[in-house]
């Protein structure tokens, strides 16, 4: 899905159906859309998101040292610690509930590996976001985020409204990343209005219905699951028998080109 459909549609995408690559000794990755070796013309991007991966490494696994330019990309660590540095002084180690921002700008080379000495593997999810800003000074960014209560959080964002916020800042004015949490049986908090949600399912369960109203179907979701949901799709999420926690970006337009 490439632009915003005619009507509401919540697309439902099962983590089993995922993609699976082996890119490097010790590496597995699950992604979501087109990427690298895997190409389906039909699922390419939704919104401005271009990849949403999810990897593990097993211990003294890693990537070496890469390039990325113009590229908003954004890892959030599920179990384990990841170890990352790059060409411009950045280095940190990300570790669950962080969030790390890595805006590569006119370009810059990373590495990112489980962290020395680890003796279990390192499970994240990274996400690509498409910038309107182009050609900037690379950047670097690490949040902590504080996971004890119910409800959501603003992770990153780059809409104006936001300026003042503690969130991480975004080279793109229209997109933002929230993490959200709920209790046993509890409905989730209030989500932001958005032409492009993108939800992805990281610990526990989740019920909804696909629209609002009687032609609403109702789906479940488990850990990898994502739904990518136009316009007001996705309607009275609610959290199964042991809570739920999930990433939202909140896209107000598509992947740009040329």
Do not use: C
Not at 172 to 187: H, K, S, Y
Not at 204 to 221: D, E, K
Not at 233 to 249: I, K
């Amino acid at each position: 899905m490439t632009q915003a459909a005619s009507r509401a549609r919540a697309d439902l995408r099962r983590a089993s159906e995922r993609y699976r690559s082996t890119p490097a000794e010790g590496i597995e990755t699950r992604h979501a859309f087109s990427f690298a070796g895997h190409y389906d013309p039909k699922n390419v991007h939704f919104g401005a998101l271009l990849a949403v991966n999810e990897e593990t490494l097993a211990p003294g696994a890693g990537y070496d040292e890469h390039r990325h330019r113009d590229t908003e990309i954004l890892t959030w660590v599920l179990s384990g610690a990841l170890a990352h540095r790059d060409g411009h002084g950045h280095a940190g180690v990300v570790r669950p509930g962080m969030l790390q921002w890595q805006s590569a700008g006119s370009g810059i080379s990373h590495t990112e590996r489980n962290i020395g000495g680890a003796v279990e593997p390192v499970r994240f999810v990274q996400m690509w976001l498409q910038p309107d800003t182009f050609d900037a000074l690379p950047a670097y960014g690490l949040r902590r985020v504080d996971r004890a209560a119910p409800g959501r959080t603003l992770l990153a964002s780059g809409l104006e409204r936001d300026a003042s916020s503690e969130a991480l800042r975004l080279r793109r004015g229209d997109a933002a990343l929230w993490l959200v949490t709920a209790g046993p049986w509890e409905p989730l908090p209030p989500l932001p209005e958005a032409p492009f949600r993108y939800v992805h399912l990281t610990t526990g369960s989740l019920g909804y219905r696909t629209v609002l109203g009687p032609q609403g179907g109702g789906r479940s979701m488990e850990p990898g699951d994502s739904v990518r949901a136009t316009d007001d799709a996705f309607a009275d999420p609610t959290a199964g028998a042991d809570g739920v926690e999930l990433l939202l970006w909140e896209m107000h337009s598509p992947v740009t080109y040329g």
